[in-house]
Antibody
């Protein structure tokens, strides 16, 4: 059964770069049916789509975050990663990695358990 | 782009049916049949309940059903049960901008 596991620092200082990695187990990240992405949820608030990446490296981002976001894939490690630069307190959230079905509007079939990242000095 | 619009809360008694609306624009919901719905219990990751407006993923009860008219999508929960108490989020693909937009979420309370 496919599993997604987020990893990375739980505390990031303002103006620095938030970096998270999602390890995929039980399936190949090179499966052509899926995109691999990130979604976040500030405490007590709703979901926000950050972006996704295809195994080929093609990526797509939320226009509101595009200038600060990079999502990359490492097929040799079956992992994909999120970098969010110049973070501020508003970037404090639970970050989920997710498997998007390639067609059908990129609905999320599988979610990681989520990891809380706090931006604070 | 603004989030899709959902009511903050909806409630119903066990056995009743409730409907959650999700309103977007002609650039997202109104432009395709690519609406999905997610259920989230406190402290848990969301779970896919409906995709492509009205399709069920494997393992999801058919008490959950989806529909769409114009720029508004809807999720109906029939035969409401205590376990249905959760937050529900709609989502749509915004093809013209190639990204995904979520609704603000609806808290469902079973009275």
């Amino acid at each position: 059964q496919l599993q997604l596991q987020e990893s990375g620092p739980g505390l990031v200082k303002p103006s620095e770069t938030l970096s998270l990695t999602c390890t995929v187990s039980g399936g190949s990240i090179s499966n052509s049916s899926y995109y691999w992405g990130w979604i976040r949820q500030p405490p007590g608030k709703g979901l926000e789509w950050i972006g996704n990446v295809y195994y080929s490296g093609n990526s797509y981002y939320n226009p509101s975050l595009k200038s600060r976001v990079t999502i990359s894939v490492d097929t040799s490690k079956n992992q994909f990663s999120l970098n969010l630069s110049s973070v501020a307190a508003a970037d404090t959230a639970v970050y989920y990695c997710a498997r998007h079905f390639r067609s059908g509007g990129w609905f999320v079939q599988q979610w990681g358990q989520g990891t809380l990242v706090t931006v604070s000095s | 782009q603004s989030a899709l619009t959902q009511p903050a809360s909806v409630s119903g008694s066990p056995g009743q049916s409730i409907t959650i609306s999700c309103t977007g624009t002609s650039s997202d919901i109104g432009s395709n049949n690519l609406v999905s719905w997610y259920q989230q219990h406190p402290g848990k990751a969301p779970k896919l309940m409906i995709y492509e407006v009205s399709q069920w993923p494997s393992g999801v009860s058919n008490r959950f059903s989806g529909s769409k008219s114009g720029n508004t999508a809807s999720l109906t929960i029939s035969g409401l049960q205590a376990e249905d108490e959760a937050d529900y989020y709609c989502s749509s693909y915004a093809g013209s901008s190639t990204y995904v937009i979520f609704g603000g979420g609806t808290k469902v309370t079973v009275l």
